[in-house]
T-cell receptor, first 114, second 110 residues
């Protein structure tokens, strides 16, 4: 059981470039989440998906889009990367009930925007 | 703005000493979760508290949820080097908002 798998682990982009962060879980979880973690800021919720086919904004959604491709996969897209989006991005999943169950996190994607 | 405040930001203790981190919210929380993140790692779920005044224990770790459901604490008795990491609380506000505290980074000196 891999749990939550994120790709890539590291990425460097130039300002204005686009990219998609991939996330997949094999725990048959309904809910999936994308967070960013910045020094001294803790984790902040970008978007979440309560179930396949639905997505909702979290605390800091501006500059991002998401797609819940199927129950397993939840991707995060940066259309035009900005230096302020340099961060560590974590994907997480949980069982039934948004934010009512333990969240299982992937290993993160370390993204630098130059 | 930050919905859940966590203190202290850093804590250095000698091995064997106790450690406590506190979370405070200006609004009532539906539940609160605690996570531990080792350096370079990802957050790992420790526990969830739901009821007002709830206290839960996991070996040397004691978790409390305040009577008003606006604050919580994590206490570690007799710290060990394996306790090193950053401890985060995450408070659920309303139906669909979860706010992580800024974390407390614990260093244990052997």
């Amino acid at each position: 059981n891999a749990g939550v798998t994120q790709t890539p682990k590291f990425q460097v982009l130039k300002t204005g470039q686009s990219m998609t962060l991939q996330c997949a879980q094999d725990m048959n979880h309904n809910s999936m989440y994308w967070y960013r973690q910045d020094p001294g800021m803790g984790l902040r919720l970008i978007y979440y998906s309560a179930s396949e086919g639905t997505t909702d904004k979290g605390e800091v959604p501006n500059g991002y889009n998401v797609s819940r491709l199927n129950k397993r996969e939840f991707s995060l897209r940066l259309e035009s990367a900005a230096p302020s989006q340099t961060s560590v991005y974590f994907c997480a999943s949980s069982g039934q009930g948004v934010l009512n169950q333990p969240q299982h996190f992937g290993d993160g994607t370390r993204l630098s925007i130059l | 703005g930050q919905q859940v405040m966590q203190i202290p930001q850093y804590q250095h203790v000698q091995e064997g000493e106790d450690f406590t981190t506190y979370c405070n919210s200006s609004t009532t929380l539906s539940n609160i979760q605690w996570y531990k993140q080792r350096p370079g790692g990802h957050p790992v779920f420790l526990i969830q508290l739901v009821k007002s005044g709830e206290v839960k224990k996991q070996k040397r770790l004691t978790f409390q949820f305040g009577e008003a459901k606006k604050n919580s604490s994590l206490h570690i008795t007799a710290t060990q080097t394996t306790d090193v990491g950053t401890y985060f609380c995450a408070g659920k506000v309303g139906a669909n908002n979860l706010f992580f505290g800024t974390g407390t980074r614990l260093t244990v000196i052997p």
